[in-house]
């Protein structure tokens, strides 16, 4: 079974402060790789999203780092605020029009 | 934000009884999913469609049933619940915008099973 290993599990993050999430999976991916957003009583949402033909992609305050050769991929979050506290997902489409999610970190950010 | 909806929100039930959570969604796409969430967080795929009178069980075994009649419904229907069966479940749906699906997801059914 394909598999998405996410960390940490949970990180608490100083108010403008950098917050960084990693994944790494197995197999290989049909190269698409997004992260999820998850605030309490919500559904996920789709927060940015990584082609590997490219090794990064910033969006604002968040940035996806891909690396590609060690099956790795990381969420940045510069200048982290409370509002950011949330939990996200990193996922993987290995190509069976399905994804596969990681198993989410819990970020909390302090004042 | 999408337009993906899921009925209840919280449902408490006593066990045996049988109970469907409804899942509509009025973006006209084609595959639709049901993920049922730990309290942990991790996302479990449980039941997906690619479209009408498609259905295939996902990842993670469930009792429960699904069908998909009609492009906008969704429903996933359990025939005797259980204690176990208390758990989030989150309904969605995607579609291909350019390279890859983005999934949608509902706000979510939390089920207490007593």
């Known amino acids: 079974q394909q598999q998405v290993k996410q960390s940490p599990q949970s990180l608490i993050v100083q108010k403008g402060g950098i917050s960084i999430i990693n994944c790494a999976y197995e197999n290989t991916a049909f190269d698409y790789f997004p992260w999820y957003q998850q605030f309490p009583g919500k559904g996920p949402a789709l927060l940015i999203a990584?082609?590997?033909?490219?090794s990064e992609k910033k969006e604002g305050r968040f940035t996806i780092s891909f690396n590609k050769s060690a099956k790795q991929f990381s969420l940045h979050i510069m200048d982290s605020q409370p509002g950011d506290s949330a939990t996200y997902f990193c996922?993987?489409?290995?190509?069976?029009?399905?994804?596969?999610f990681g198993t989410g970190t819990r970020l909390t950010i302090i004042p | 934000e999408a337009d993906i909806y899921q009925t209840p929100r919280y449902l408490v039930i006593g066990t045996g009884k049988k109970i469907t959570l409804e899942c509509s969604q009025t973006m006209g796409h084609d595959k639709m999913y049901w993920y049922q969430q730990d309290p942990g967080m991790e996302l479990h795929l449980i039941h997906y469609?690619?479209?009408?009178?498609?259905?295939e069980k996902g990842d993670l075994s469930s009792e429960s049933t699904v069908s998909r009649i009609r492009t906008e419904h969704f429903p996933l229907t359990l025939e005797s619940a259980r204690p176990s069966h208390t758990s989030q479940y989150l309904c969605?749906?995607?579609?291909?915008?350019?390279?890859?699906?983005?999934?949608?997801f509902g706000p979510g059914t939390r089920l207490t099973v007593l």
């Open positions: 990584i082609r590997p033909d490219v």
């Open positions: 969605a749906s995607s579609d291909r915008t350019g390279y890859a699906d983005t999934q949608y």
């Open positions: 469609s690619y479209g009408v009178n498609s259905t």
């Open positions: 996922a993987v489409d290995f190509g069976n029009e399905k994804l596969t």
